[in-house]
């Protein structure tokens, strides 16, 4: 290890000049130019006032942004999707098992198939395939295909038979579409089925995916019904080894020694108060209008649980935090929240950053909470632009009214809830750049974000989710961490034009070019590009 004395023996290390670009820099207006040395950026300004470097980069007139930071992945189960089944544009029930005899036909006969995405809420006919007619699609292996939602899945007779546990298990349905603790049972035993090797693999095809998208951080979100701790700790080594960074969550109720010991940086991410709407356990409190009567979901958290985790976080000095999607899971998770700031006093409570992912379903009141708790906002702006609007798997669920007044970015940035903009994936792909497009063009108008307010939660909120203030700028001494895009759209006040004119084109249908990543620099080493290794 270097120290400090051998620095000052030493001196600088050698300097890189980008020149040659369009700074989104607010604070030296006009620059075009930036001077990288020993990771950070000592040196702003314009192309004729450039010093010496060692090496020069001519971005070409590319358009340098700070790099976006995921704030909620999955890294193995992407890279898996990346590299697997992909379900998420199968629109039938047949097609789901054309797929599924496609990919099985090119596996051995021992073979687990895995696949991922399918969403049966887009579909013309809802109806699912059952486990006889997926395991005959696979030729008879066993079978499990997570839903887009990755809280349910359909699964071969075969899969269920090799764990005969899940029959008693809450969620359970002989007709192989298993969700709530069935779910978990036959999602331990099917990735079990995956060997280390391919786990290794998968983990980087999905960082280097998001090294291509200008992603220089992402927030990995795990725990003992999402991975393993052998799959955690195996993606934090990834970190920064030529590949984006990793922050890892556990989400294990209590563990907060646990989570340390893995080399987490929170007690969260993915520690479940409720299931997901697609799946229809995401804990409501008014009744789902396409579900069986007076069925609000599962709260699978109790307010004095979550009090109790997170005076067990304040202890190890961890941020703790919880998955919560419902507004009755959102209110008991507050309900906790209270019950902390009366032991712990609310300025400490404030001051750990702890978090709830997603935050779907919220009202005035619940919004409030987050303001005074400071609770940092996981939201994923993709879920309004895939199952938002009329005719949205939202409305289905929830009714027009209550689908309009979900995922709410909009007015709880502009109360000042702090926000961390992430993907889900492969819950939705790794795609920044089109989370902020749907964050400007959110289904609700008054739910809308300025490009500008979109992009910093995509990327400063991401490093502020993690506590590291002084992350996700492009200014005089900050760490080098940046992307530099080409910009089809156009370029206005430093950041590109993402819509057209017409507001209507929105979302999956917006022909507008979004830009595209040249080169993605992590403390002034290249991850992705010209000079990446």
């Known amino acids: 290890m270097t120290n400090a004395s051998n620095l000052s023996k030493s001196g600088p290390g050698p300097a890189t000049l980008y020149r040659g670009g369009v700074l989104h820099c607010p604070a030296v207006p ?61 629109r039938s029930a047949g097609e789901l098992l054309a797929a599924v005899a496609g990919f099985a036909g090119g596996l051995p006969s021992d073979a687990v198939v895995l696949g991922h995405g399918w969403d049966e809420s887009r579909w013309a006919d809802p109806v699912l395939p059952d486990a006889d007619e997926v395991g005959r699609a696979a030729g008879g292996r066993r079978v499990y295909l997570s839903q887009a939602s990755i809280h349910s899945a359909l699964v071969s007779r075969s899969l269920l038979a090799a764990c005969p546990e899940v029959v008693s298990a809450a969620g359970f349905d002989g007709s192989g579409w298993v969700r709530r603790d069935a779910h978990h049972v036959v999602r331990v035993a099917a990735r079990g089925s995956v060997s280390r090797a391919q786990r290794v693999a998968a983990q980087r095809v999905a960082l280097r995916r998001a090294a291509s998208l200008g992603i220089a951080a992402v927030h990995e979100c795990g725990g003992p019904v999402i991975s393993d701790e052998e799959d955690f700790t195996g993606v934090l080594g990834l970190s ?21 010991e893995l080399g987490a940086v929170g007690a969260g991410g993915d520690l479940f108060a409720d299931g997901a709407l697609g799946s229809r356990t995401a804990h409501v409190s008014v009744a789902y209008r396409d579900g069986e009567p007076g069925g609000c979901g599962h709260g699978y958290v109790t307010a004095d649980e979550v009090r109790d985790h997170l005076v067990d976080c304040a202890a190890y000095g961890l941020q703790g935090g919880f998955h919560a999607i419902g507004d009755a899971a959102i209110s008991t998770v507050l309900e906790g929240f209270a019950g902390a700031a009366r032991r712990l006093g609310v300025e400490r409570v404030r001051a750990a950053r702890h978090r709830v992912e997603h935050a779907e379903v919220m009202s005035r009141r619940l919004i409030a909470g987050f303001v005074e708790f400071g609770i940092v906002a996981s939201m994923q702006p993709a879920f309004d632009r895939l199952w938002g609007g009329e005719g949205g798997m939202y409305a289905a669920r929830l ?25 889900d994936s492969p819950v939705t792909p790794l795609d920044p750049w089109g989370s902020v497009r749907a964050a400007v063009w959110h289904h609700s108008p008054g739910q809308r974000m300025s490009v500008r307010a979109a992009f910093a939660a995509h990327s400063r ?17 900050a760490p080098a961490t940046f992307a530099v895009w080409s910009t089809p759209a156009g370029v206005e006040r430093g950041l590109p034009v993402l819509v057209a004119a017409d507001p209507e084109l929105r979302g999956v249908g917006d022909p507008t070019p979004l830009p595209v990543c ?9 991850i992705f590009g010209e000079g990446a290794s």
């Not at 979900?406 to 992430?422: K, Q």
Request: glycine share 18%.
């Open 461 to 477: 909120g991401g490093w502020r989710a993690v506590r590291l203030d002084n992350e996700g700028v492009i200014a005089l001494g």
């Open 518 to 526: 040249r080169r993605t620099v992590l403390r002034g080493e290249v």
């Open 30 to 90: 006009g620059a075009t130019a930036l001077l990288v040395r020993d990771g950070r950026i000592a040196w702003l300004g314009v192309d004729a006032d450039a010093p010496a470097a060692d090496r020069v980069v001519d971005v070409e007139g590319g358009l340098v942004t700070p790099a976006f930071v995921d704030a909620h992945v999955h890294t193995s189960d992407t890279g898996l999707a990346l590299s697997g089944l992909d379900l998420s544009g199968v």
């Open 240 to 260: 920064g080894v030529g590949l984006p960074e990793v922050y890892g969550y556990w989400g294990e109720l209590g563990g907060a020694a646990r989570a340390r």
């Open 399 to 423: 009714g027009s009214e209550r689908a309009l007044a979900s995922n709410p970015m909009g007015a709880m940035h502009g109360v000042g809830v702090a926000l961390a903009f992430g993907s």
